[in-house]
């Protein structure tokens, strides 16, 4: 079919029922790299790829054993002639533990069928992209039109070495494009590409007012409370409407695709008719501008509340932030706006924790011409343009282990598909589609950087 893109769904139709059989096996092995799960089945997923690889034609492949991580399968198919590219395609085999078994409807690493596809533990991040890239290798019977370098990374669920690894060995990783498939559609049936991810930032803020607790009946109203004055700052941090109170952050206007707000209240689960938080469009409250969540408050719980006022209270905040702002000029905001606040006359203690920055991708070179192209053979409409609010660190070691490829985004998950959720689910037009959209981008690829080559 290699080279008649009239053949093309035809082959990758024909793919689908081992593609699935696949698919199965690799979810029904609990490969989860979390401390307290044992490392054979992580093994025994590596060991699966490789073979599958193997019949797939690659003949380079290696094992990449780094410090406390699960093994690499790195594998590489040297260009077809000096005129093409090279793509990295990278995707990852662990998964994340099943949670509280109770919650699922069938056992988390038994794959059960569902109308249209597959439930199980990690059937869709990310072994639907591994398998994907598999399909590709065979639609083009193990020759693609590029030079291929596959990444399926053992443990990115957990302290993945990806975030700081690749830049320490930027011949291994050095490539023309990138395809990062470890996400999907914005829903089902929309072809998507992830063009932007926030920034993360964690800061701690403590209160400390009294040496122990005092008997609320015969201090309160004149001993300072710290719970008071934590949450009296925590309330600064927002304005009326639910945005962002904190000068300095940025926040423009979201120009791609988003959610419609129905299908997000019913993703975020939201209540009844409960309003939605902040004001204007949601693209730019998820993904182009900043979000401050409290995650975790430590004061008395209700259960144990003794008639006292409380002596001390913290709590620790999670800050996302435009995919271009600087990590810690976007954190040093929030400290500065917590450290100017004197609720009551009393100063607060701000401590930085860990950072992390965005991505913003440049989405006009031959590799988005080529995947616009992709995507829409694929699925039939035009690709979407998003953002996604939660940070992929690999992303960023990957892009500067190689500053001079382009990154693309897509994949067989979809926003409703569960993920690191109880019953995960993974549907076979996604998987179809994803198989037929990166073979379609090789091919597109490859014919343009070749028209642009110098002869
Ligand atoms: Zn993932």
Sequence with gaps: MQDDAQDLPATVDALMDGLRSDLEQLAAIPSIAFPGFPAGPVHEAHDLLVRLLREAGVERIERIDLPDTSPVVYAEIPPPDPAAPTVLLYSHYDVQPPGDETLWKSPPFEPT????????RGIADDKSNVIAHLGMLRAFGGRPPVGIKIVFEGQEEYGS??????????????????????????????????????????????????????????????????LLVLTKAL???????????????????WTGTGYTDDEFRTLAGVRGDLPLLGSGGLGERLWSGPAITVIGLDAPSVEHAASAVVPYARAKLNLRFHPLQDPHEAQDRLVHHLLSLRPFGVPLTVTPGDTGPGYEAATEGPAYRAARTALKEAWGEDAAYVATGGSIPLVNGLAQAAPRAEVLLFGAQDSMCNLHAPNERVLFSELRNTVHAMCAFLREYAADFRADAPR
């Design 113 to 120: 069928p569902i109308e249209g596809g597959l439930r199980a």
């Design 161 to 226: 070495a990806f975030d700081s690894y690749p830049p320490t060995d930027p011949d291994r990783f050095a490539c023309d494009a990138m395809v990062i498939a470890d996400l999907g559609n914005l829903r089902p049936g929309t072809p998507t590409l992830t063009t932007g991810l926030r920034g993360a930032a964690e800061v701690l803020v403590e209160v400390r007012t009294l040496d122990e607790p005092r008997h609320s009946g015969e201090f309160g109203g004149a001993a300072p409370d710290a």
């Design 235 to 253: 309330g600064t941090l927002h304005d009326v409407h639910g945005d962002v109170a904190v000068e300095g952050l940025r926040r423009e206007a």
